[in-house]
């Protein structure tokens, strides 16, 4: 066991990192799921848009005004995209909410599809965060290190924020019975919005957490980690903050762990690799099959 | 008379909240029953236990003297739901069909809150609910080789709703209609089934007077002319002491009292359940 | 049958005969290469898996993400099926794998093959997935067609699949013969031919007595329930048929293209075509087939100059590059999405009456004016 964990040293630091990474995205999806009951297949993107405004704001700015400047950017985006796509259906069928979010989805690809033409980006390298480092004799670098700090530090912030601000407890309520909060006054337009814009800000610094460890951007390298992420927000129980990070980091490790090369069931790892996106998916189900309400997901009853 | 359906101990529980609690009653053939009770005393509940919506947390449904649905607790909730009998219910395996295969065996039902097929004209809400008893495959529909079939569907349609007065209404949008004739299309929907047991949940709820006498007339005259028996839920008190044989009477999901109209009407808890207890300040 | 019904079938017997003598003059007049073919073929394919589409989320509400896994089966099960043996043999196509599939089938064989192939995985798939509810159901079926498309670049079934590398040389478009002689098929009235008889497979479905089943599960899945009608047994049956189609259509797609790869399958198709169904109106089945035809003309001519640099004469080559005419396409189906929900059709299909109406309309305003 020892042993195994050595000669893994290097994967499991980059399962941890990249699970971070996915955790900070499946916040949004897990939030936004958990107060419209929509699966935001837009978010993704939002966070592939983060990481294509970095590369364009970096080339003439410092980091120090572009970092701040992208989390707002993509805060503003996420803002827009609830005002513009999911408001006007709120009184829709699910189905009509869903199709816009795969538009905006399609709208989002396509757009920096152009804007790149297609090219993979150079992500610019964040001075100190791409600075390697050696730990227990595994090479890494500086961002690996950083990620579960940053995560966790985030994630305690939000969970203060949800449990002890107005706000927050206008999220809770909203999640818990969207018309009767509705009835008490509580202004649901404002509290989704915001919703949206803690979602992307959260995609935001992931990406800039992601594509310092991958070095490029294309536009549909959100859709993968988006996928992951939402995988890791099912599994943790869909609306469950904490559920959310335990999953991504889960989801996180193992994959990382499967391409790293380490032999399960007697196939080394790099037979498995062609599978390590069909692996998510696989999960996935079996999740949703087994336990659908996830690890801390509240079972519902329908009303007939 | 024979039994036609009977609860024995029903219990349904969901989180901590007792819906229906150790229930149970029974309807002979033929009779018209209802179950009264002031709101949230757990009439539906019971309903949609019935009907296999709901797998009861304890207690078994017989339908004319078969078990149907049997369940029985286990663990904490043993101790807490399953009465005097703990093992009553655990002897013989658990059932639990799916509501299609309760409408099979002949209970049909309609639903409080208006449930008709939204898109589907008048015509073909009832022409749907004949669909259960095709015996055509899937194939055999498709090419249209069963076209005597959908041919006799077709007519036994016509036939409902004339008797209903909605043959006029037949192209309608079933949403469309008022109020009222919805409640008579819901009914004929689910006469389509060919029932022996009918379930009507608030047949009267937003009739006006003049409908509420139509239908109690109208239940008697269907209970007659498809040889049913009725069990149902209703909250207008002189539709219910007018055409039912006998009464239940819920509250808080535990049975208060049972018996003739008369009997209820005189039964102080009864009373008390619907004007409430005085209380000493 | 009352006059009015027979009417009507005669009109649309008229209408549907008018649209075959055209397509088939026309392939005899104008030159195979014109742009009009590849849109008349690639509008009938979208249109049937369009058509198959509509009827699981349209008519039985079933929102499945899914068809591109199912085309993708039918596209390889067709390709390895009717791939003459002398190619397998060959390294012409198998070049790193021995085929194992020793023997080959015509046409009209593999395309049904396509549609079981394709129905069999639907089945397997739907026992789990159909007991999901909306949003999930979706979801799993996205992440299958995904497992769907890794399993078949699997090189351990590299000498069924060929891996990750392309099929070809099989029997398309160009290699179909009219059967004992050698004259080819008109490739247009082919594909017209299969798909306009899937397509009246779809519509007698939906007008059958199980079609008003799925109508009733996608209105009101307890009533449904209540009046009998097994949700599951309906769910799956609805599913697998869809998927026949759906498997037929990736078989045809793959003799449009001349070659099949997993790669071409990815959840982006399954996308394009869920917005097909959108613009034509969900429960609309002339509706998806009038959209697949202008989706198909829009993308593949008449906006092609958005990507050419000269659009409508306007030559602007910094904006008219390419991957405009996508963005600008995305934002339609937006506007659409947004303002338009119920489509061009909405639930309503096309008919004499109302087309006759439309026109009355449009030409009393015109005289207005």
Not at chain 2, 177 to 188: N, V
Not at chain 3, 309 to 321: P, V, Y
């Amino acid at each position: 066991m020892v042993d195994f964990f050595h000669q893994n040293l290097s994967y499991f630091l980059s399962g941890i990192s990249v699970g971070g990474q996915y955790a900070l995205i499946a916040i949004g999806y897990t939030m936004v799921y958990g107060i419209l009951r929509l699966i935001n297949f837009a978010h993704g993107d939002v966070f592939m848009c983060a990481g294509l405004i970095m590369v364009y704001l970096s080339a003439s700015l410092p980091f120090a005004i572009s970092i701040p400047l992208v989390i707002a950017i993509t805060a503003v985006l996420g803002f827009v995209i609830e005002r513009v796509a999911y408001r006007p259906l709120r009184s829709a069928p699910r189905m009509s909410v869903m199709i816009s979010a795969i538009g905006v989805s399609y709208l989002l690809q396509n757009a920096a599809l152009y804007f790149t033409g297609g090219l993979a980006k150079v992500y610019p390298e964040i001075g100190f965060l791409s600075r390697s480092v050696d730990i227990w004799g595994a090479t890494t670098r500086m961002v690996t290190i950083v990620t579960p700090f940053v995560t966790v530090a985030l994630v305690l912030i939000l969970t203060f924020l949800i449990r002890h601000t107005k706000i927050g407890m206008a999220m809770r309520a909203v999640s818990r019975d969207f018309e009767t909060s509705q009835l008490m006054g509580i202004k649901i337009n404002r509290v989704i919005s915001i919703t949206f814009v803690i979602g992307s800000l959260l995609a935001a610094v992931a990406s800039l957490l992601y594509f310092t460890n991958y070095a490029s951007v294309t536009p549909t390298s959100g859709s993968m980690p988006g996928l992951k992420a939402f995988v890791a927000a099912v599994f943790g129980g869909i609306g469950s903050i904490p559920g959310a990070v335990i999953g991504a980091f889960i989801i996180g490790i193992c994959e990382n762990i499967i391409k790293g090369g380490a032999s399960i069931f007697g196939i080394p790892g790099s037979g498995w690799t062609t599978f390590s996106d069909a692996f998510t998916f696989a999960f996935l189900i079996i999740v949703l099959i087994v336990k659908p309400t996830g690890l801390f997901g509240e079972k519902s009853v329908d009303k007939v | 008379m024979s039994r036609i359906l009977e609860l024995d101990s029903v219990t349904m529980q969901f989180g901590g909240v007792v819906a229906v609690n150790d229930l149970s009653m029974h309807v002979d053939e033929g009779e018209i029953v209802a179950l009264i009770g002031p709101n949230g005393a757990g009439k539906t509940t019971a309903f949609n236990c019935i009907t296999g919506v709901y797998e009861p947390t304890n207690g078994a449904i017989l339908y004319k003297g078969n078990a149907i649905i049997q369940n029985h607790p286990s663990g904490k909730m043993k101790r807490l739901y399953a009465g005097l009998e703990p093992d009553k219910f655990s002897s013989s395996k658990v059932l639990n069909p799916t509501p299609d295969k309760i409408t099979k065996l002949g209970i049909a039902r309609t639903f409080q809150n208006i449930r008709l097929f939204r898109s589907m004209t008048v015509f073909d809400n009832v022409l749907t609910a004949m669909h259960m008893r095709m015996n055509a495959g899937i194939f055999s529909d498709v090419f249209r080789i069963s076209h005597a079939e959908e041919a006799r569907m077709r007519e036994e349609t016509e036939v409902l709703l004339r008797r209903q007065s909605l043959w006029e209404l037949r192209d309608e949008l079933a949403t469309s209609l008022p109020y009222g004739k919805q409640r008579r299309l819901e009914i004929a929907r689910a006469l389509a089934t060919k029932p022996q047991l009918l379930l009507l949940d608030e047949p009267a709820a937003g009739m006006n007077p003049q409908e509420t006498q139509e239908l109690a007339s109208f239940i008697h005259e269907i209970k007659d002319e498809y040889s049913l028996t009725v069990l149902m839920i209703e909250h207008h008190m002189d539709l219910v002491m007018r055409i039912s044989d006998r009464i239940y009477v819920l509250d808080f999901g535990s049975l208060i009292a049972e018996g003739t109209p008369k009997e209820v009407q005189s039964d102080q808890r009864v009373i008390d359940a619907y004007l409430g207890v005085a209380e000493n300040v | 049958m009352d006059r009015e019904k027979r009417n009507h079938f005669i009109r649309l017997f008229v209408a549907i005969a008018a649209v075959y003598g055209i397509v088939l003059v026309l392939e005899m007049t104008l030159r195979p290469t014109n742009m009009l073919f590849t849109v008349l073929k690639k509008g009938a394919i979208y249109s049937l898996v369009a058509v198959s589409v509509n009827l699981l989320n349209g008519f039985t509400g079933l929102f499945s993400l899914g068809q591109a896994g199912f085309m993708l089966v039918g596209a390889y099960t067709y390709a390895i099926l009717t791939m003459p043996v002398a190619v397998k043999a060959s390294d012409r196509v198998y070049r790193y794998y021995d085929c194992i599939v020793g023997f080959d089938t015509g046409v009209f064989v593999g395309l049904i093959a396509a549609g079981l192939a394709a129905a069999l995985f639907a089945f397997l798939i739907g026992l789990p997935v159909l007991r999901l509810k909306s949003d999930y159901l979706a979801i799993a079926t996205l992440g299958f067609a995904e497992i769907i498309r890794a399993v078949f670049q699997w090189d351990v079934l590299g000498p069924l699949t060929n891996g990750a590398n392309l099929l070809r040389e099989f029997k398309d478009l160009s290699r179909i013969t009219f059967p004992f002689t050698d004259i080819p098929v008109p490739q247009t009235f082919f594909v017209f031919t299969v798909c306009g008889i899937c397509i009246l497979l779809i519509v007698l479905l939906i007008n059958s007595s199980y079609g008003r089943a799925f109508k009733a599960i996608r209105d009101d899945e307890v009533a449904a329930e209540a009046m009998g009608i097994n949700l599951f047994v309906h769910k799956e049956l609805s599913f697998v048929i869809s998927s026949f189609f759906a498997g037929v259509s990736g078989a045809l797609l793959a003799m449009f293209q001349y070659t099949v790869q997993a790669q071409q399958f990815r959840s982006m198709l399954t996308y394009e075509i869920l917005l097909i169904v959108v613009i034509g109106g969900i429960g609309s089945i002339s509706g998806s087939c009038i959209a697949s035809f202008l989706y198909i003309a829009l993308s593949e001519w008449w906006l092609r100059g958005l990507d050419m640099g000269t659009f409508l004469g306007i030559h602007a080559e910094n904006i008219f590059r390419s991957g405009f005419r996508r963005l600008v396409f995305s934002v339609i189906i937006m506007v659409i999405v947004l303002f338009f929900s119920r489509g061009l059709m909405g639930d309503k299909e096309l008919s004499w009456a109302r087309t006759s109406a439309w026109l009355r309309r449009t030409f009393r305003k015109r005289e207005a004016v």
